[in-house]
DNA sequence: TGCTGGCACTCGACCGTTGCAAGTGCCAAT
DNA sequence: ATTGGCACTTGCAACGGTCGAGTGCCAGCA
């Protein structure tokens, strides 16, 4: 085993044992839970080492080890091996998510399930609309200048949105544009949509046209972006279970969990379902959140994912398991939906 | 002054020092911070007849003294003068719910204005919808076996549920009843429609019997169930910046306010908008959170509230403020809802 | 009767000291 | 390259003493 392997090795298992017991690591303490084959005095150079390139570092003089951001972030990049799910936890996923009826139970159940699993706090982004297509668009007059726009999609999904109208409409007027717009919409996706709809505006008289492009402009635009933009969060009370030095980040993580603006930059960008994504402490220090890690995973039917879902912890979590769970947990979900 | 008026007095004096610094108060220190005039020897006389009838203590032996929930709750009722909201959060709570443009807005703004102002987790749920009127019914097969049913009301709520029938229908059945049920439906409110609606079923034919009453069930029940039950949470980072004492109480309070069973019951029946209503610490205690208070009052825009919204924080909280807040912009969304 | 000053007492908080143990870095030896 | 030995650093816990805030009680006084 050549030098270099076995300071890998060290860090591999100071990370584990930091993890495990939330107390910097030493020399001694490690020789004596891991079975390397080498002395105390050897594992001291190797941390040195370590120490000098930056992957861990001592809170004091006088103290063991400490994994640093970089640190963390070579152990997930290339010394974690994946930690199979248990045959309960397994259980567990089917049990929880196979009952689910509609778009929003299964959401609000894998948000739970995933906290459960992990024992931290879970986000999940709702599916974006994008894929969907429509079943039905309903219009419904509030007041003279006010339509409630309904739209409901094939995945049993329900958009909401008041417009206000920029010059008064009646009911027959709404009547003729709810019969053209389902006549076009019903059954195509949104891109299909999105091209034919705003041709519409030209069908209708020139009095009109202010109030029929107000509605299909919130119909296009709003609808996706509203959507998109919804998270639910469950298990944020696991977070409180941390000490001290978790503390500080308390506060702004939990105001971070109920900001959806945040929360989606935290979220970040899902392109394809796999794999699992980590953010580890300063890596998402934009939004000063310098303690927490985030283990994301995007999910949808396709080859494409729809929509990201995550976990949020301190840096010093158990990335093994939970990119497991993660990564199991967005496997069934999208499973489910390519089912629907 | 009366003996038993100055004891009133010392027990003010003590709440209002004790939520101000967090620490016990002796009776030195209060004759310094408060002009009652007497000597600290004779507030002690009060403080331990005080102690006496429960409603102060004493950490140890040689700390000062601590209100109970007791105190807190002699405070409450008899002692604290409602305290005026500044011009400055006036002028916050009309700015920030002026421009809510739907329901689901005005329930969010709320929720977040009420959490700026208390600087704690703050609790409101959605109004009950038995007091709407019905503006549309939509029922959409998904498949031959479920229907989605959505429910529009007039203040542009908009409820939705997925059913399961019982039996195979067909897009002929569905229409008839969307066309049936908005027919007597659209205009009435709740109660009525719950009058009429179950008549419906007679109309048709016994094959489809079956079908329809899944459908009608669905409307009337469960609509206005999951709706009552639905909650918005805001200002959970509030509850980190207290210290010690309120640590233990964070973990199962954060749970407690993401599950919407314990938080309805926390929230209390809400019968009349007005007076607010306080928990107090043990007195909440079949929900495990002794070191809690809540400040809840009702809303709605007749004289019958139609929910609740609230404040949650730790025993040790500033009331006269809280309830102050509470009441305004109780009173402020109400007048919001009659409005509409 | 109620208030007050005085006094002895209690007990936690604070502080400096000390011993301990964990852990390190360095070095000479293998 | 690895190892045992050793001196060194340093946080931490235990200890003892002092301090001060706060109390309860009592005798005196209006």
Redesign the pocket.
């Known amino acids: 085993m050549s030098?270099d392997d076995?300071k890998l090795d060290v860090l591999r298992a100071i990370v584990e044992d930091y993890v495990a017991t939330q107390e910097?690591?030493?020399?001694?303490?490690l020789v004596d839970r891991h079975h390397l084959?080498?002395?105390?005095?050897?594992i001291?150079?190797d941390?040195?080492a370590l120490?000098d390139e930056g992957y861990i570092a001592?809170p004091?003089?006088?103290?063991?080890?400490v994994p640093t951001d970089k640190g963390y972030r070579l152990f997930v990049d290339r010394l974690s091996t994946v930690k199979p799910l248990s045959a309960a936890e397994k259980r567990a996923i089917q049990t929880f998510l196979d009952g689910a009826l509609d778009l929003d139970d299964v959401v609000s159940r894998t948000v739970r399930l995933l906290a459960q699993l992990t024992r931290q706090a879970a986000v999940v982004q709702y599916p974006s609309l994008s894929r969907s297509t429509v079943r039905h668009v309903e219009l419904v007059m509030l007041a003279p200048t006010r339509v409630l726009v309904v739209l409901i999609t094939d995945t049993g999904r329900v958009e909401q949105r008041v417009v206000d109208l920029p010059a008064d409409a009646d009911d027959a007027l709404v009547g003729e544009l709810r019969a053209r717009i389902n006549a076009l919409a019903v059954g195509q996706d949104f891109a299909a949509v999105e091209a034919r709809v705003t041709e519409l505006t030209e069908r209708f008289g020139p009095e009109d046209r202010a109030a029929v492009a107000a509605v299909t402009a919130t119909l296009l635009s709003t609808l996706i972006e509203r959507h998109e933009e919804r998270v639910a969060v469950a298990g944020t009370g696991n977070l409180a279970r941390y000490g001290q030095e978790f503390d500080r980040e308390l506060e702004p993580l939990l105001s971070a969990l109920e900001e959806h603006v945040v929360l989606l930059r935290l979220l970040g960008e899902a392109t394809s379902p796999t794999p699992v994504r980590v953010r580890i402490g300063s890596e998402n220090a934009q939004t000063g959140l310098s303690a927490t890690s985030v283990v994301t995973s995007g999910y949808g039917p396709g080859e494409l994912a729809l929509a990201s879902m995550g976990v949020v912890g301190p840096t010093r979590m158990d990335y093994p398991g939970t990119i497991a769970a993660v990564g199991a947990v967005a496997r069934y979900v999208s499973k489910i939906l390519a089912a629907h």
Do not use: C, L, Y
């Not at 910097?24 to 303490?29: E, F, L, M, N, T």
């Not at 084959?37 to 050897?42: I, N």
């Open positions: 030098v076995r910097p690591v030493g020399s001694k303490a084959g080498v002395s105390p005095a050897t001291r150079n941390m040195a120490e001592q004091h003089t006088s103290a063991g080890r």
